[in-house]
């Protein structure tokens, strides 16, 4: 029998229920997903992600935090094949804002439920999902998973998902802890945070109103949240095979923000307008590409969803019926309109962006050239004409005449 317990039911443990129950029988024998979180069953059971599988005999949720391994002996008694740790404060505003609540949970109740496992003697395989936020700023663009990369954290939840990857690693090396990190990349799908980039411009671009930009050429990597799932399902397969190891798990594409905005404004033939706003704290210069070249040789992954078409249309259903409440019929057609262009709706967005650069590059090399002609004339004056003085008339001079 296989038994996997998933620690958080947030965005990526949503979708990971769902692959492993989608096409199982009501009553397996062979296989029990456990689900521990520390919001309440009914959030769970209302979830568009998770409702349908709500009564399914092969789940049981546990309303446990992570900081709280303890409560769930009985069921390591029984067995527990492997772990995917996916528990964290994942949004960067929040976490900014409040910096020791998110290190509480994303740093010491980590560190609790390894310590958890060491004292248990757990054998099993725990995957830990990690962030390309780890990273921060980098140099060397695509990133690789190389120890020797000093990470330059952009905000406090890179800080702490660092810190994660560090527990479960330490573990594995000290107490031998059967440990894989997966670096994901930034994360897209149905049902992802409202408060991201391309469920903000899928929304604007929809209902009208101006694409709000904070800065645009910073860049991540978009990727899919199936491809995540592909990537767990595939180490679950190879299990001791790539313990210890991490590994990157992204779509392989960089996205720069101002070409994404306009990509999908292009995708979704919206009017909206760009506003452009200023960076955000950490934001500027930061580009964030990751290196998947080891995934596929180690694990055999591929990302199989790409943004454009399939996946923007996934996230723009969503949006637009959930969020907008558009009717069935509209969101129905809505795929049809961001399918039926055969070119890629970033391909020609960058063409359009070359030509904008280009003419950008015109203009400021017009300018340059009219800045140095005025410096010139300003070091090098031209001589000044003399001008000849008026001429002033002749007078004879008259002498007096002789007295008589």
Same mark, same amino acid.
């Not at 296989?2 to 009553?27: A, S």
């Not at 020797?148 to 890179?158: K, L, M």
């Not at 996934?314 to 959930?322: G, L």
């Given at each position: ?38 919001? $309440? ?12 599988? $709500? ?37 960067? =505003? ?56 000093? =990470?330059?954290?952009?905000?406090? *939840? ?16 000290? *107490? ?158 809505? $795929? ?69």
């Amino acid at each position: 029998m296989k038994r996997f317990l998933l620690v958080g039911c947030g965005f990526v443990g949503g979708y990971f229920v769902r692959r492993m129950l989608m096409n199982r029988p009501q009553e397996d024998p062979e296989f029990k997903l456990i689900v521990m979180d520390s919001l $309440r069953k009914a959030v769970f059971d209302k979830s568009p992600l998770t409702h349908d599988f $709500r009564d399914n005999p092969n789940l049981e949720y546990r309303w446990i935090s992570a900081g709280d391994p303890w409560r769930l002996i009985d069921d390591f008694a029984q067995g527990i094949d492997a772990i995917i740790y996916t528990a964290a404060i994942a949004d960067v =505003p929040f976490a900014e804002k409040n910096p020791v609540a998110t290190m509480m949970t994303n740093c010491v109740n980590t560190l609790t439920f390894f310590e958890f496992l060491r004292t248990i003697n757990y054998q099993g395989l725990t995957i830990l999902l990690s962030s390309e936020s780890s990273y921060g700023h980098q140099s060397k663009i695509p990133i690789k998973e190389d120890e020797a990369v000093i =990470p330059e954290f952009a905000n406090v *939840y890179g800080m702490t998902k660092f810190t994660q990857e560090a527990i479960a690693r330490t573990y594995h090396k000290a *107490y031998g802890l059967r440990t894989v990190v997966l670096r994901s990349a930034t994360l897209y799908g149905a049902g992802s945070r409202p408060d991201q980039a391309i469920p903000i411009f899928v929304k604007q671009c929809l209902s009208g109103t101006p694409i709000t930009l904070h800065g645009g050429r910073q860049s991540r990597d978009m990727n899919s949240v199936e491809n995540m799932i592909d990537a767990i399902t595939l180490v679950l397969e190879k299990g001791n095979d790539v313990v210890g190891e991490v590994f990157n798990i992204a779509s392989g594409t960089e996205y720069f923000f101002d070409e994404l905005a306009k990509a999908i404004k292009y995708a979704l033939k919206s009017d909206s307008l760009i506003e452009i706003k200023p960076y955000r704290a950490g934001e500027s210069g930061l580009r964030v590409a990751l290196d998947i070249s080891k995934a596929r040789k180690k694990l055999g992954y591929e990302p199989k969803v790409q943004l454009f078409p399939d996946g923007l249309a996934d996230v723009a259903e969503y949006v637009a019926f959930y969020d907008l409440m558009w009717s069935k019929e509209e969101v129905a057609r809505l $795929r049809g309109v961001i399918g039926r262009d055969p070119k890629m709706a970033a391909q020609l967005m960058r063409e359009e962006m070359a030509k904008e650069e280009k003419v950008e590059e015109e203009k400021n090399f017009l300018i340059q050239q009219a800045i140095k002609s005025k410096v010139a004339a300003q070091q090098f004056p031209p001589k000044p004409v003399e001008e000849e003085p008026p001429k002033q008339e002749e007078k004879t001079q008259e002498f007096p005449p002789k007295p008589e």
